[in-house]
């Protein structure tokens, strides 16, 4: 019965790793497969759980006691996967689309989630570097029963692989070579860690000139006025000298006002800083101005 179960663990085994490192990989997949992929993962690792419990009962109940170090080791591999799998859905619950929160903090939890992923995925690979007997014996033994049959003639059933220390460095090899690509993803995805303040230039506030301020002002007061001579273009020139120091408090005050308000908009915060300019790298990909950028990593 044992024996029969082997190729199931080890089937479940690789799907979760690979299907966890797929996850470390959003322009490959996209935010909302992203986010499907980390509930199926998680479905898979509570029945993972439920496989091993027989083991992790007796081990739990005879962890101080009698029970060897390789047991132990073992033991707080998995307790760190668990409660690493438990952080991850649940800060990606807080961040994703479907629930889609007014987090005032959003960096803050999409750095979490990246943190806790990447670490998760590190003891993850010593997991699988501890059991490379067990896993490299499993690989050699369903790729050679995958070979196709000769002539019609059936496969015969492989016998037991032996693992030498090429095998070791192989498997070492791959999950460090994983590691490695999945962090630079999750890197290039999380920044540098910092809130997503974009420092953008001034924004220069067009202020209108003197001559077409005094103008309006000055046809304005003769449409007030009812005045029944026409304003000839001459007198509209003429009239900024001396209209001027008459609205030069009312000039003067929207030119500071713009002046202030151009100065206070030097800075603009975004919530995104990869300036994606398609769904998938961001929580939510908006373009409702049509301008081909991403409207939350933009400064409008």
């Known amino acids: 019965m044992a024996r029969q179960t082997q190729p199931r663990k080890w089937a479940v085994d690789v799907l979760l790793f690979v299907g966890f490192w797929l996850c470390f990989f959003l322009d490959l997949t996209g935010l909302e ?16 759980l439920i496989v091993h419990w027989a083991w992790l009962k007796s081990v739990t109940q005879r962890f101080l006691a009698l029970t060897s170090g390789q047991a132990r ?24 689309t479907w629930l ?6 959003y960096v803050a939890w999409k750095d979490i989630h990246v943190v806790v992923s990447l670490a998760t995925l590190l003891v993850v690979v010593a997991k699988l ?16 029963s995958w070979r196709p049959a000769i002539g019609g003639q059936p496969v015969p059933r492989p016998a ?46 067009p202020v209108a000139t003197p001559t077409a301020t005094a103008v309006a002002v000055a046809q304005a007061q003769v ?10 273009p001459s007198v509209a020139q003429a ?5 001027g120091s008459a609205v030069s408090g009312d000039t003067g005050s929207s030119t500071a006002s713009s002046g202030a308000s151009g100065t206070s908009a030097s800075a603009c915060v975004v919530q995104c800083d ?19 950028l991403y409207d939350l990593g933009e400064c409008l």
């Open 33 to 48: 497969a992203h986010q499907w992929l980390g509930v199926a993962l998680g479905a898979l690792a509570v029945y993972h």
């Open 73 to 96: 080791l073992y033991y707080l591999l998995d307790a760190s996967i668990v409660l690493g799998l438990a952080l991850i859905l649940a800060s990606g619950l807080v961040i994703s």
């Open 100 to 105: 889609n929160l007014p987090l005032a903090n």
């Open 129 to 144: 570097a501890a059991h490379w007997r067990w896993l490299a014996r499993g690989t050699r033994l369903r790729l050679r």
């Open 160 to 205: 037991a692989a032996v693992v030498t220390r090429r095998d070791f460095l192989s498997l070492l090899g791959v999950l460090g070579a994983s590691y490695v690509a999945a962090a630079a993803s999750a890197w290039d995805f999380g920044g540098t860690g910092q809130a997503g303040v974009a420092q953008a230039a001034p924004v220069a506030t």
């Open 223 to 232: 449409g007030r006025g009812r005045a029944r001579r026409e304003v000839s």
């Open 239 to 243: 009239t900024p000298s001396s209209a």
């Open 274 to 292: 990869r300036h994606c300019s398609y769904p998938g790298k961001c929580r939510r990909y908006v373009d409702a101005n049509g301008n081909g």
